[in-house]
DNA sequence: CTGAAAGCGCTAACAT
DNA sequence: ATGTTAGCGCTTTCAG
């Protein structure tokens, strides 16, 4: 059994307030009473019971976390920049992943839901399907964030870059290096970050004067293993593309070791850019647009603290900035 | 204000009690009565308070898991495969980064015991400092799992992989590939998994008649960005090594990076095995020792629910299997 | 400054 | 089968 502040007061001769004023450092309490209290209480081993406490304070500091994974670096980085804001003011978090299933996800949400979390951080599945779901946490004023992937239609607070800017200029840089033949593997259609990204192919490959031949446009999810369908694909076009510009890393990563498995030159015959720069694409040289996670963490965090604190529903979107950063897979020396 | 089982009674003009077994599915309540109960709470919105249930219960399902890190592969895989286990079961996990210092692993520990956890799963910082705190946990009976990195000293629950024997076939390994100056960058001195593995080295090299060279040794620690300390040294040698054995991949991979830097060709000048088998280094084609992350996760979750279940410390080591995954790194065609 | 007492929402005897 | 009641450990009025 644990030691209770009934125990400490027993020990002591005083009242549970007493030891209570003591314990929350209380200043109507006398300075020797509270140091007697607190020396007992070490003494015995005390450790104050969160649930008492929280069942009388309405608040459990409990932040919930959906991300779609936690295996590659991406997701980690945005958790690490929500935790750095997060545990230092005491907010324990909990990181759940769906999977990439929008079925695991509403399983995720609810869980969270029923251990009463002071608000919650998603990243929604390529699925994208539980709009329902999270309108209704909306409606019931749950404190609530999305971060890089969202529900555009949805009045939330939002973390994002601007897809559509920074897909433009990865595009634009592969025309400026020569390439005009440009393919998009694109990601799940109902994903917000597709959208964006598939839009700034197009508007750039338009601005440059190079007609969009929507052949040259594949879904093909967000994941590695699936890179090499789509490869495969555009490979068997009459016209074959001479860059491919990819929805992500992963994806860019498939397409590159496919690649050089049929022994396809990159960059010489095939130019390669990715989207979120991964430390994996770093290694292998992939030209990437490099997203700033922590920040996306943190700034996802704040907003999130700001709902909690005013206990108000924030529908601003945060556009944070990006950066395009070009290594040798998309070099072409000569063409 | 939320609506409690109390609303609910007197909305129906009942008691507390039979909603309260209503909800808890009790057998001694009419099906009609239980029904009526749970439509209304539908209509209600009613949602039970965990807090003020688990005060009565005395637990609350929570698990704490603390990791040196998790932004590359190997710890994400190994919560994973913790969540495999302990979400069905209405289990959540608790997952604390100690960013791989000893005093944030202290400050991770001591808030998963005020939130009262119901067990823990750790592997400490490469520090391994706090062994003083763990060994209290123990003494305390709160049932923990160290995983991979361990406390070889403690009376604790393990799970580990045989790193003498793993790091002995990779070195061995690179002996039959021809090598013969095989170099060995260590991992920090008090890491269980470093000790396991800087013997296996010595036992192969001995084993197959090559003398132990202790200035081919260097104790660098685990992180990428070591790695090219400990390979200036090793260049700086009278007699250079021709092959290395590298403490972790992150650190092959520092290696691998600043070989190509400096034209070192891989595996013709220097033969390259890394340990834990990261997404990077296969797409280098970096040789390395593959651990069952998932299924470390799985077996600690299982041996701290054996724990919790039976109100006992366990204090089994088990050992996982492993594999050496040869890829080019260490293929040397000719020498 | 300290104590008595009520109550947070729920469960589990104990009654009926 | 249902109701009554006493807590779980803590905080917080309200008195003194």
Redesign the interface.
Same mark, same amino acid.
Request: one cysteine or more.
């Given at each position: 059994m644990n030691v209770t502040i009934k125990d400490i007061a027993k020990a002591l001769g005083i009242s549970i307030a007493t030891v209570s004023r003591a314990m929350s450092n209380s200043p109507e309490i006398k300075t020797e009473t509270r140091e007697r209290v607190l020396e007992m209480a070490r003494k015995m081993n005390y450790? +104050? /019971? =969160?649930?008492?406490r /929280?069942?009388q304070n309405r608040q /459990?500091n409990l932040i919930g976390v959906v991300v779609p994974e &936690? =295996?590659? &670096?991406f997701f +980690? #980085?945005i958790?690490?920049g929500i *935790?750095e804001v997060l545990?230092p003011l005491g907010y *324990?978090? $909990? =990181?759940?992943?769906s999977c990439e299933s929008s079925e695991t996800e509403r399983k995720n949400v609810c869980?969270l #839901?029923? /251990?009463?979390v002071d608000g919650m951080i998603v990243s929604v599945s390529h699925e994208s399907k539980n709009r329902d779901l999270f309108e209704r946490l909306l409606n019931e004023h749950i404190p609530l964030v999305f971060v890089n992937r969202v529900f555009e239609d949805l009045p939330s607070a939002r973390i994002v870059i601007d897809d559509h800017k920074w897909a433009y200029k990865a595009v634009e840089h592969l025309i400026k290096a020569g390439y005009r033949k440009i393919a998009h593997l694109a990601g799940n259609e109902h994903l917000s970050v597709t959208k964006g990204r598939i839009q700034g192919y197009i508007d750039a490959l338009t601005d440059y004067g190079i007609p969009y031949d929507p052949r040259l446009l594949m879904h093909v999810g967000v994941q590695q293993q699936v890179a090499k369908v789509g490869l495969r694909y555009l490979l068997s076009l009459k016209v074959k593309p001479d860059a491919i510009f990819a929805v992500n890393d992963p994806v860019a =990563?498939g397409v590159? $070791?496919e690649l050089k498995e049929r022994g396809i030159r990159v960059p010489d015959d095939m130019g390669l850019v990715g989207f979120s720069d991964s +430390?994996?694409g770093k290694? $292998?040289g992939l030209s990437s647009v490099e997203q700033p996670t922590f920040e996306m963490g943190r700034k996802a965090a704040e907003m999130l603290l700001w709902q909690i604190q005013h206990k108000e529903i924030n529908t601003e979107t945060l556009v944070l900035d990006a950066k395009l950063n070009i290594r040798k897979s998309s070099m072409r020396q000569h063409h």
């Open positions: 450790k +104050p /019971n =969160i649930w008492a /929280n069942l /459990n &936690f =295996i590659t &670096f +980690p #980085e958790i690490m *935790q545990n *324990q978090v $909990l =990181i759940c992943s869980m #839901e029923k /251990n009463m =990563i590159y $070791l +430390p994996t290694v $292998l």
